[in-house]
């Protein structure tokens, strides 16, 4: 996950600067219950009470070859979970590998 997130906020770099800093300390706090490879993250306990916001979309591909969409959200300015969802409705799928990031953008 540290990796994958480490590569979208490196791609995109414009307006993601405050959220580089808080990889280091972010811990994940939950999953998906459907299998997916999503989960829910914290920073130092921040950001709670907040609406997350997606801050980065993307595209990649599973390790099964699945075209997968991929959200970053953020609550209170502090990054709080990964989304991946397959496109295709696939089952179970694992975490894309940050090489097969694609179509990364902002969402203002």
Avoid: F
């Avoid at 959220?19 to 939950?30: D, F, K, N, T, W």
């Avoid at 979309?57 to 609550?75: C, F, H, K």
């Amino acid at each position: 996950e540290h990796d994958l997130i480490e590569a979208m906020l490196g791609a995109v770099r414009s307006g993601v600067g405050r959220y580089i800093g808080q990889l280091e300390s972010a811990e994940v706090v939950g999953s998906c219950g459907c299998g997916c490879p999503s989960i829910e993250l914290t920073v130092d306990s921040a950001g709670t009470g907040a609406s997350p916001i997606p801050v980065i979309l993307a595209d990649a591909e599973s390790p099964e070859g699945v075209p997968v969409g991929i959200i970053l959200w953020a609550r209170g300015g502090c990054l709080s979970g990964l989304e991946v969802h397959p496109w295709d409705g696939s089952d179970v799928i694992r975490l894309p590998h940050a090489e097969s990031l694609r179509n990364l953008r902002t969402v203002d």
